[in-house]
């Protein structure tokens, strides 16, 4: 690409509204995507590196 073409491009400039973006995730949703929340996200990651260092610990101790 060069400075010609790059002039060429046009803009637009977006508004994003609180009202937008509730239309977005239910169209979203309507699709069959799931939106998790951050704190749903990192309680996931959390349990489940909880799971996988229990049963590292199994794996390496046993079960005496």
Same mark, same amino acid.
């Given at each position: 690409?060069?400075?010609?073409?790059?002039?060429?491009?046009?803009?637009?400039?977006? +508004?994003?509204?609180?009202?937008?973006?509730?239309?977005?995730v239910q @169209?979203?949703r309507?699709?069959? !995507?799931?939106?998790?929340k951050t704190?749903s996200l990192? +309680?996931?990651?959390?349990v489940?590196?909880?799971l996988?260092?229990? @049963?590292m610990?199994?794996?390496? !101790?046993?079960?005496?």
């Amino acid at each position: 690409m060069n400075d010609k073409e790059i002039e060429k491009i046009q803009t637009v400039n977006v +508004s994003v509204t609180p009202e937008s973006v509730d239309l977005h995730v239910q @169209i979203m949703r309507e699709n069959g !995507y799931n939106i998790m929340k951050t704190y749903s996200l990192y +309680s996931r990651y959390f349990v489940i590196f909880l799971l996988g260092m229990y @049963i590292m610990g199994i794996v390496l !101790y046993g079960t005496n």
